[in-house]
Every structure is written in structure tokens, then in C-alpha cells.
């Protein structure tokens, strides 16, 4: 009797144990998150970024160097030190910290092709929260399986992505923290050729998609780099944009996010990217002012914070904002330098902010803090619409 009643008790344990940590799990994925990058840079004050309207800060960027994840500059310790302090006033945020990046990713691919090396990764990553004292880890692969700036890659890639996020997760969830591991995906379809998706995502507590840069000055028609609505072939039939998507789809938040819900990815471990920054084009006729026709290249500067946008372009010196109801986003165009300018505004993170809470998604990130107007930016148009 003595041991039926002790098998009872034990299954129950089992039971009660298991709803618990499914419950913890399904609490921490509900919450809306708010994620800003965030890179330090000249005139850094930690004490004064707006932390109280964001859930995670992420701070960028490590790198692998000798299979190890490290700071390529010493300066970065006492940055990250300084941004982590910050937490005594915000008690709720967590500080991330993300490896790689464009142009800082080439040493994912060695590493991650052995067990032995993706070991030595996987235990300097876990020294590394530990001496911060920091809340989780951003893989930033860009990309698996395909070429980057100074980034080696393989077919193996693919699988050994997989391994090191299943890796990283068991090394993390050995600490007894609750740590947060996301990765940052790209924002169109060939990207998801070369990783095990539905794998990572087990992993995974959230898969940031980048969902800008989708469009630059290489592209040899004008469109948008970060537009949430969906664009169809036959939106852009009447222009010089047809011959070039018809070969190459045209990109959108949407179109990305319902690809990979159908894939089986869960929606809220979905955090929907915004761009705090535009993406410019020269030599652009006036036609249907700018948007979708011929350039003659990215004008210089490439690329322009919206803090600058929003005091030197919009509506400013010859720059006149126009909408696209289709795309969902704004776009600046000036006739008489020919110069187009693709970007989000206020009111597009606003969108896409709702869709994110209308699709039940794990919530909003975007790229990067600093970028950000000091008054009425792009964050507080996320933040007030936020539940």
C-alpha cells in the first residue's frame, strides 16, 4: 500500500512540477515585448535612454573570436557595465547582449561546426552573462549558409545552427535564471532555405525578423526597405518596378510573417521589426513621386536616422512625405534633386505595432535606439500602443 501511495505522490509531483514549467513558459512568451538594439557609440548616456518603454534592451555587438564570444573592443565592458547599472532604476528590463551582426559574423560558421568548438562558445557564453550579470543572449548569424561581409559559410551550416541554439538553451536553462535566447532572422524567404526553422524555434524563446533592409540602393528600382502591407504583382504593373519584382517578389512584414506562421512557427514567439533609419536613392524621376522607378543608386548618405529625418527631410528643404495605403508606409521625395527616401514614421510603427498585437505576436523590435528623435519618435508611437 506504502508503494502505491508512494508511485501516486511521485506522478502527481511529475504532473504539478510539469503544468508549473509549462506555465512559466507560457506566461513569459505572452508578454508584449518591446526590443531596442542598441549600439553605444559617441555621446553614450545610458542614464538618460528611454529604458522605461522597452522590456529588453539589447545590447550590440559581441563577436566570435577564437570560438569564444567576446567584445571585440575593451571599451564595450565598462559600456555594457554602465547600461546593466541602469537596472537598479528599471527593475523589469532585461539587458541582452547580441553576437555577430552584419559584418560581425564571420566566425559563427568554424565554430559551429564541431561540438568541441561550439562548447567552447556555448561556455564562454555563459561566463559572460554570468560576470555581467545580464538577462540573455541575441544570436545575430548573418547568415547560415550564405554569404555576409567577411562571413565563411557551408552547407552544414543548416544543421549545426540548430545544434548550437539547442546547446546554447540547455547551458542557459542550467543557470536556474530565467534568460532569454532570441536570434535575429532576415526578412525574406531564401534566408529560411538554409536554416531548420520549426528546430531553432524550439530553442528559441523569440525570432526577431529583421523586417527592413528588404530593399537598398543596390536594388535598381525605388521601393520600400520596411513596409508592413503586402505588395502584389499587380499593385506595381504600370511601373518600371514590374520587370524587376516579377523575378524577385516584392517584400513586406506581412508577407514574411504569414510565410513563417505557415511553416508552424508559433506567433508569439514572432517579434515584427521596424527600421529608425531610411534608405536613400539618387537620380530618380518624378513619376508617381519617385516610388517605383529607375534610380541611379544609393545617394550618399545611404542610410539617414529618423531623428534626422524628422528635423532636416520631413516636409523640409524640398523633401515632401507621401504615403503608400498599400504598402502601409511613408516615403520622402525631392523633385528637384531626384532624391527618394524610404523609412518608417510614426505612423507606420504605430501599424505595425497593432498588427503585431492583433496577430497575437511576441511583440515589436527594432533597430536602434540612438536613431531615435528625442521627442515624439518612433518609440513612443510603439510604446503608447502597447497594451
Known sequence: MRIHILIITSLLFLIITSCSSNIQTKEKRDEFVIMGYLMPGKNYEPENLPLEKLTHIIYSFTEVIDNK???????????????????????????????????????????????????????????????????????????????????????????????????????????????????????????????????????????????????????????????????ELSDIKQTPAFNYFKNHNPRSAQQIIDYIRLMGVNTNQIVIGCAFYGKTWKGVAPVNNGLYQRNKGAWNPTTITYSILKDNYENKNGYKRYWDSIAMAPFLYNSTDSIFISYDDTVSVRLKTKYALENKLGGVMFWELKQDAEENGLLDAIYRNQP
Open 69 to 231: 564570444m567576446t567584445f571585440k573592443y575593451r571599451s564595450n565592458h565598462e559600456s555594457l557595465r554602465e547600461l546593466v547599472n541602469q537596472k537598479k532604476n528599471h527593475p523589469n528590463l532585461k539587458v541582452m547582449i547580441a553576437c555577430g551582426g552584419w559584418g560581425g559574423s564571420g566566425g559563427f560558421s568554424d565554430m559551429a561546426a564541431k561540438k568541441e568548438t561550439r562548447n567552447i562558445f556555448v561556455e564562454s557564453v555563459i561566463s559572460f552573462i554570468k560576470e555581467s550579470s545580464i538577462d540573455g543572449l541575441d544570436i545575430d548569424w548573418e547568415y547560415p549558409g550564405m554569404p555576409g561581409i567577411g562571413n565563411p559559410y557551408r552547407p552544414e551550416d543548416k544543421e549545426n545552427f540548430s545544434a548550437l541554439m539547442k546547446e546554447l538553451r540547455e547551458a542557459m536553462d542550467k543557470t536556474n535564471k530565467n534568460l532569454t535566447l532570441s536570434f535575429a532572422a532576415a526578412g525574406w524567404e531564401r534566408y529560411f532555405d538554409h536554416i531548420e526553422l520549426l528546430e531553432v524555434m524550439k530553442h528559441a524563446d523569440y525570432i526577431n525578423m529583421m523586417t527592413y533592409d528588404m530593399t537598398g540602393g543596390g536594388t535598381p528600382v525605388t521601393a520600400h526597405h520596411t513596409n508592413l502591407g503586402k505588395i
